[in-house]
């Protein structure tokens, strides 16, 4: 069995598509047991994306809710580092709208801000802007200044990238 727990943040290091600020607990098959994994954002692209898969069913068996919303996000997070695009975004907007449903408001912002990174890269400007400007809204909402200034970041780059939409 497989199981993605709530997000850990720690100190920041690195940089990248994604920050190293974020670590998800994943309980993985062991010989004695299960076994837990710290897994960071640059491992993430290690990661095969089933076994998140199957940590989002456990959560929607058990009807963890809360748990497959950010097991959503996590997905999305994995699969657009792993330039699986059509799925990161499909993963993004369904944790966005349960997030959404679930008034997880942090977790929604994080969705749309793995969409905005996303479309950026993937050279779709107005749908970065328009994801990266939600996020950069709810973070100043919420006072999260760490994710703020992320947010910002992104929409600085998207803004000076070149226009393929």
């Given at each position: 069995?497989?199981v993605?727990?709530?997000?850990?943040l720690?100190?920041?290091?690195?940089?990248?598509?994604?920050?190293?600020?974020?670590?998800v607990?994943?309980?993985v098959?062991?010989?004695?047991?299960?076994?837990?994994?710290?897994?960071?954002?640059?491992?993430?692209?290690?990661?095969?994306?089933?076994?998140?898969?199957?940590?989002?069913?456990v959560?929607r068996?058990?009807?963890?809710?809360?748990?497959?919303?950010?097991?959503?996000?996590f997905l999305?997070?994995v699969?657009?580092l792993?330039?699986?695009?059509?799925?990161?975004?499909?993963?993004?907007?369904?944790?966005?709208t349960l997030?959404g449903?679930?008034?997880?408001r942090?977790?929604?912002?994080?969705?749309?801000?793995?969409l905005?990174?996303?479309?950026?890269?993937t050279?779709?400007r107005?749908?970065?802007?328009?994801?990266l400007?939600?996020?950069?809204?709810?973070?100043?909402?919420?006072?999260?200044?760490?994710w703020?200034?992320k947010?910002?970041k992104?929409?600085?780059?998207?803004a000076?990238?070149p226009?393929s939409?």
């Open positions: 069995m497989v993605v727990a709530d997000a850990v720690f100190a920041g290091f690195g940089s990248g598509s994604l920050p190293l600020t974020e670590a607990l994943v309980m098959p062991a010989v004695a047991g299960a076994v837990a994994l710290m897994v960071t954002a640059s491992f993430a692209a290690l990661l095969p994306p089933y076994l998140i898969q199957q940590a989002l069913d959560a068996r058990s009807s963890q809710r809360g748990r497959e919303a950010h097991a959503l996000r999305g997070d699969r657009a792993r330039s699986e695009a059509n799925q990161a975004v499909e993963s993004y907007e369904r944790g966005l997030g449903e679930l008034g997880m942090p977790l929604v912002a994080h969705c749309h801000l793995g905005g990174r996303l479309y950026r890269r050279g779709k107005l749908e970065a802007e328009e994801h400007d939600t996020a950069t809204t709810m973070y100043r909402e919420m006072d999260m200044r760490f703020l200034e947010a910002e992104e929409m600085a780059e998207s000076s990238a226009r939409d």
